[in-house]
Nanobody
């Protein structure tokens, strides 16, 4: 089993920054790719960014140029640096992990999930 624990969410003004962290424990060797998803009230969970086993990253168009995903395998951790935040970035952010070498943007293909951390951007 794999456990994921997010931290770093909070309230920030538009234009500000936040850094989310995800700590990984358990059977970390089974994880090949990690990512971030988010879910706003009344909306479906959407993919934000992922980093695969080769440290190749990909970000959704809505956050490209503003968000950066980083994986630190030595610390069994992953981070999401969020800059130039907008009110539409307000959501619960979830850390996710998968055994897939080539992850997809479909939430159903991810094996493990954290409990989520709230990010609220005030305009």
């Amino acid at each position: 089993q794999v456990q994921l624990v997010e931290s770093g969410g909070g309230l920030v003004q538009a234009g500000g920054s936040l850094r989310l962290s995800c700590a990984v424990s358990g059977s970390v060797g089974s994880i090949k790719s990690m990512g971030w998803f988010r879910q706003a009230p009344g909306k479906q969970r959407e993919w934000v960014a992922f980093v695969n086993w080769a440290d190749v990253v990909n970000c959704a168009d809505a956050v490209k140029g503003r968000f950066t995903i980083v994986r630190d395998s030595a610390k069994n951790s992953m981070y999401l640096q969020m800059n130039s935040l907008k009110s539409e970035d307000t959501a619960v952010y979830y850390c996710a992990a998968t055994s897939l070498y080539r992850p997809t943007v479909v939430a159903g293909n991810w094996n493990y999930w954290g409990q989520g951390t709230q990010v609220t951007v005030s305009s």
